[in-house]
């Protein structure tokens, strides 16, 4: 079944798609499993959230089922043009097979990332774009108090001007309100609105129809992320999910004291970004921060969340040089005392000077020769009627010899995104530079940034006839491969059971076979 397509009076198409079953293992695969296993009661509770959904032309199918996905109708209010409701079945609106999956996967009893959110505004997306209640202007007047927004749509527009006015619109409100718009970026072609706006997230879906980045309008990077789903109504809704579920980690303080900072929506961006995992064949040619397919990865959920737990920490120094100089290390002996976690600061220059925010690392595990994969995303708001962004970048200097390592040097983009899967053991230096000059949006810019230096090992231990091997839990994605030889070209064997999880150990654990013949293992990650 394809899409389904209606025409608004503004001369725009919100498409929806067919619904599908969500297929088993995606909780696994996205993280949720294992955070749940290793977490308490991370799922959402106390965040508001918002479902905006596209309705058949004359028909008002717009409303989830609230018992259809094992939820109280109590958590739910119904809002389209005919008015609201709090009830269900209501005279506001009637059910959307399309809402009830995309609902499922969002904060369904079972199935769902975020079971325990607080509250469900569900839209008629009509009345939520572009309805007369608003004055034929794009989106609400005021704030509906839902920090983040499931919109399993897209618009079809009749041009990039078209595009840009929805992007700013979005935008606009999303820096007024705090406002995580989590969209889906469409089903083959090019991106499409609301997804294209730049402080929201656009999701494609992994492994199933998609469309492809960059946006039309400038070259944007988009997808932000990816989840597995057939077609991405689907896989935006496991992202919307987990954006709830981190900010309300947030916001009960398991990333620190400061649960304003852990959970505003540009850091909660940043981590999710910076947990995902990297598929085959993922590539981000300069200047794009992104790959245009996958974005920064595959959504894991658990990652995000081990991140936002390893604590707000500031920079090391901040440096001011003349507009567009070199900005080499300092020197400075200070050190960020973790390999994981996040910052939420802000980078000033002036009219005659770029500022440089400097985070120093020394990264080592204490083992000769060993190698780390390096991981950093900036994000910051377009502000509040601006057509243009600040423009902040990110670099990382290998101090030892003020070489650089790596870069994310995008012009068009409000996010900026590092990886370095081979890093060298050594002290680094990860700069967020900010470009100064009168033609700055503002010379203050708030960012934040989430990082993440590992490596990983496995252990094994014999036991009678079998051995146990071992590894971290954190970094999650990688699994168990075999060979009976060492040889160029040999095979490896990947169908192995899924690890048991030791909690208390903070490990994942495997109990093999062991025979005659000799069998080599490694840990891999896609």
Same mark, same amino acid.
């Given at each position: ?8 009076g ?7 798609l067919?619904?599908? !079953?969500l297929? #088993? ?6 993280g ?5 296993? &290793? *977490? $308490? =009661? +991370? ?10 959904e ?6 008002g ?13 109590s ?8 008015g ?11 059910? !959307?097979?399309? #809402?009830?999956v ?7 009893f079972?199935?769902? &990332? *975020? $079971? =325990? +959110? ?27 108090n839902d ?12 041009g990039t ?13 999303a820096?007024?309100?705090?406002t ?20 929201g997230?656009?999701?494609?879906a992994?492994?199933?129809?998609s ?19 057939s ?44 947990g ?12 794009s ?8 990865g ?5 990652n995000?969340y081990?991140?936002?737990?390893r604590?707000?920490?500031?920079y ?12 080499p ?8 005392g ?14 005659t ?9 020394n ?27 600040n ?5 990382l200097?290998?101090?030892a ?12 983009d ?10 060298s ?17 503002s010379l ?39 060979s ?19 909690a ?10 062991v ?6 293992f ?5």
């Amino acid at each position: 079944m394809g899409a389904r397509f209606f025409r608004m009076g503004c001369g725009l198409v919100i498409a929806i798609l067919a619904v599908f !079953s969500l297929r #088993a293992g995606t909780l696994d695969t996205i993280g949720v499993t294992l955070l749940n296993t &290793v *977490a $308490t =009661n +991370v799922n959402g509770t106390g965040v508001r959230v918002a479902q905006v959904e596209a309705d058949t032309p004359s028909a008002g199918d717009f409303e989830v089922n609230p018992t259809s996905i094992g939820q109280l109708v109590s958590r739910f209010t119904y809002y389209s043009a005919s008015g609201s409701a709090s009830s269900f079945p209501n005279s506001v609106g009637s059910e !959307s097979g399309h #809402a009830d999956v995309v609902g499922q996967s969002f904060y369904g009893f079972g199935q769902g &990332v *975020a $079971t =325990n +959110v607080a509250h469900v505004d569900n839209y008629d997306a009509t009345y939520f774009v572009s309805g007369d209640s608003f004055l034929g202007s794009y989106l609400p007047s005021s704030n509906i108090n839902d920090p983040v927004v499931n919109q399993s749509f897209t618009l079809t527009v009749t041009g990039t001007s078209q595009q840009m006015t929805i992007d700013s619109a979005y935008d606009t409100y999303a820096a007024q309100y705090g406002t995580l718009f989590v969209s889906a970026i469409g089903n083959g072609g090019a991106v499409s609105p609301p997804a294209t706006c730049y402080n929201g997230l656009g999701v494609g879906a992994f492994g199933g129809v998609s469309s492809t980045g960059p946006t039309l309008d400038n070259g944007r990077a988009k997808p932000d992320l990816v989840a597995p789903a057939s077609e991405t109504s689907y896989s935006t809704p496991l992202v919307a999910g987990a954006a709830a579920v981190i900010m309300q980690a947030g916001l009960r303080g398991d990333g620190g004291s400061d649960t304003a900072s852990a959970a505003n929506i540009t850091t909660v961006k940043a981590l999710l970004l910076n947990g995902a995992i990297k598929p085959a064949g993922w590539t981000n040619p300069s200047p794009s921060p992104l790959d245009v397919n996958y974005g920064a990865g595959v959504l894991n959920v658990f990652n995000s969340y081990k991140q936002l737990t390893r604590g707000k920490h500031g920079y090391v120094v901040a440096t001011s040089v003349a507009t567009g100089a070199a900005h080499p290390p300092t020197g400075a002996s200070g050190t960020v005392g973790v390999l994981s976690g996040w910052d939420y600061n802000t980078n000033t220059s002036s009219y005659t000077s770029d500022e440089v925010n400097h985070y120093y690392f020394n990264v080592t595990n204490g083992v000769a020769g060993a190698t780390f994969t390096a991981t950093a995303t900036l994000a910051w708001n377009r502000h509040q009627n601006q057509t243009g962004i600040n423009n902040l970048e990110l670099f990382l200097y290998n101090t030892a010899n003020n070489s650089l390592v790596a870069s994310s040097v995008s012009t068009v983009d409000n996010l900026q995104h590092v990886w370095v899967p081979r890093l060298s053991a050594g002290r680094y230096d990860l700069q967020v530079w900010k470009a100064g000059g009168f033609s700055t949006v503002s010379l203050a810019e708030p960012y934040a940034l989430a990082f993440e230096f590992f490596t990983t090992s496995l252990g094994i231990t014999k036991a009678g006839a079998d051995a146990t091997l071992a590894w971290p839990v954190y970094p999650a994605g990688f699994g168990v491969q075999s060979s009976t030889n060492l040889l160029t070209g040999g095979a490896w064997n990947t169908n192995w059971p899924a690890p048991v999880v030791n909690a208390a150990l903070g490990v994942n654990q495997l109990t093999v076979g062991v025979t005659n013949a000799g069998t080599f293992f490694r840990l891999s990650r896609p």
